[in-house]
């Protein structure tokens, strides 16, 4: 009877790069009884699936810590899903769950238990406000695995200084036996030779121990297998002194590039401590101090003043302004009140805060970026792919064209053999494919964090490959273009001070949750009125509402219920006319039977918006509105915006406008809330979810904009072509330097000590140029 799979996860240390991950990959695949490995260099994690055989166990461990890793088995709830990727199933990479239920009319409105204010939703469009809920898809988080290095062959600290990792010791002890070899070496000549050779062997050994068992288990042509051989070849030729110090520089290179390649994910790892450990809990009435991860959600803690907060939640009471800077980037603090999001990492500013906790700390807003982040780190682009193929026949071509420079001169034309297999050993040494194999995934690991840092996440390397390539643009309205509710936009007194008509208006819709109701409300606080209270408040069913409201009746309805009740002159039919075709709702307010005044209310383009189309027109980018509102509020907005506008639009009609500009030679990204439009989302090149907060859907998008400014992602498309940018110099460097070594060493004028600089010279270069990019997301989004 066969057994039933199982699947056990280890943290690797010591695991800094692809080259590693593809070693440990082939060795433990190669076991009996293994049936699929999946190997996370970002999170420094192994995940084996293998037939249930317990003695599995020792050989897995026997097998990985022969390659110079250390293993540890992690426990059974560190659940370490395999990393999402673009190519998934359906080959979209998008989530093509149930979102086709939300009724994309035109006018998605959402559902009110009490009859609005009376304000006539037949006859008025609402500006085309889309108030359909929008639920957030929760996915599960991983534990973050703190793997300090984004390349290298065992050579980046995991955790503390360097120079108390196993390489940071190793490369003191070989630099020691170095310089002793050195003074020994001049008090007797005689025995140099002999001295230089047990100072190289203390570098090497490990070395060649690493380089043998990597060959053993099917990765012949490793860097430790060619540093190996060009070392004892030195010895052979007698150039012990350039041997012991070859091995000496390869240390150093190798620890420089682990140290220098940590910072990026340090980046986007030092997120997590924003969270702090601990949160003062309210529980019957008392405050006690628990661990922040203990919180559960539905539990009540209080937020001091200076503090930061423990959880992500919704204001139960109290008001302040927080700085999210630390999480989304955004620099204004932001005013919370009750019923306000609030973030785990943000400091709370003014004044007490009491929190209801909606989310628990494996699946914060910290944590869920993270995952995404490391996830995407893992996700390669096509370029990496290309370069991954690449080195898989270069090393090897290399080697070959060692042993030809080393042989065929002395053979066919009567060279020194001592000459030429030195050159042919420091060709094996210039042969390294480290910096090419690093060159573009140090660029786009830096550029994820940078990018992640200031609210820009995009999954993985072809998201951020692709995103340079885009030459339209297609947004939705409500809530992307626009803040996704209306706001009083005019108050026109007809008879009464426009002051009084929002007075009397705001008196009637208190405690209407309504949009349009609260957008008079939140003028109504905006323009410090004091509301007084109405009595006898009615709601008429589709006509309006009325009540008395000092001592005299008042009526607030659209202009076709107010014309039923009093007549309206030609003046004031034209302005409401001319405001309705500004896209704007209308309702009059009558006093005492007479009327007193207009107020119209519009869904107003977000602050950002003009300038962000005009970033993407900058860069001879088309962009294009898709909604599913009225012809009339859609071009008003887009002539206030100056942008393409297709109106009155289902979402197979986006879809099929998408496929539509794909046909015309586009690349086409499509940006909306990650919810409501998973069919157009699906069939654009990319898919960018807009949120204003960070629970926005990324699950369905390929990349997200958290802080929801449309200036964001013409900084996403620029921070996507200087990556791709700094890809191309990281390859000219890697191979430049080669090629530069590889003429020179040939001719004679370079050997072995610049060929080894010429190895981790250009991965410390490339790794180094890569980090670059950490600052590239701030220049492109101030």
Partial sequence: MARASEQMRYRVDGMDCASCASKIDTAVRRLKGVEDVSVSVTRGTMTVRFDGDTALAPA??????????????????????????????????????????????????????????????????????????????????VANANVEGLHGHDHGPSSGPWWKSGKGKLTIAAGLALAVAYGIGKLVPGYETWIFT?????????????????????????????????????????????????????????????????????????????????????????????????????????????????????????????????????????????????????????AVLRVRVTAAAADNTIARVVRLVEEAQESKAPTERFIDRFSKYYTPGVVVFAALVAVIPPLAMGGAWDEWIYKGLAILLIGCPCALVISTPAAIAASLSSGARRGLLMKGGTVLENLGKMTAVAFDKTGTLTEGKPKVTDIDGFGMPAGEVLRLAAALETGSSHPLAKAILGRAEADGISVPQASGAKALGGKGVSGIVDGTEIFLGSPQAVAERVPLSADQSRRIAALNDEGKTVSLLLAGGKLAGALAMRDEPRPDTRAGLQALADRGIRTVMLTGDNARTAAAIGKQLGIEVRAELLPEDKQRIVGELKREGYAVAKVGDGINDAPALAAADVGIAMGGGTDVALETADAAVLHGRVGDIAG????????????????????????????????????????ILADTGATVLVTINALRLLGAAKQVTA
């Fill in 60 to 141: 897995i461990e026997k097998r990985v810590t022969g390659l110079g890793y250390k293993l540890s088995l992690m426990p059974a709830n560190s659940s370490v899903p395999v990393a999402a990727n673009k190519d998934d199933a359906c080959g979209c990479g998008h989530d093509h769950s149930d979102h086709a239920g939300h009724d994309h009319s035109g006018h998605d409105h959402e559902h009110h238990d009490h009859d609005h204010a009376g304000h006539d939703h037949s006859d008025h469009d609402h500006s085309g406000h889309d108030h359909a809920s929008h639920g957030t898809a929760k996915s599960a988080v």
């Fill in 716 to 755: 996403m498309i620029a921070l996507s072509k200087r990556t791709m940018s700094n890809i191309g110099q990281n390859i000219t460097i890697a191979l430049g330097l080669k090629a530069v070594f590889l003429v020179t060493t040939v001719i004679g004028v370079t050997g072995l000590w610049p060929a």
């Fill in 198 to 350: 047990v100072a190289m062997l203390v570098g090497l050994v490990p070395i060649a121990r690493r380089a043998i068992a990597a060959a053993f288990v099917g990765t012949p042509f490793s860097i430790e297998m060619l540093m190996t051989i060009a070392a004892i070849g030195a010895v052979i030729i007698g150039a012990t002194e350039e041997a012991a110090a070859v091995v000496f520089l390869f240390l150093i290179g190798e620890l420089l590039e682990g140290v220098a390649a940590g910072k990026a994910r340090a980046s986007i790892q030092s997120l997590t401590a924003l969270v702090p450990k601990t949160a003062l809990l309210e529980r019957e009435g008392k405050i006690s101090e628990v661990q922040a991860e203990t919180l559960a959600v539905g539990a009540i803690i209080m937020v001091r003043p200076g503090d930061r907060i423990p959880a992500d939640g919704i204001v139960v009471s109290g008001e302040s302004a927080v700085d999210e800077a630390p999480v989304t980037g955004e620099s204004v603090p932001v005013r919370k009140e009750p019923d306000s999001k609030v973030y785990a990492g943000t400091v709370n500013s003014d």
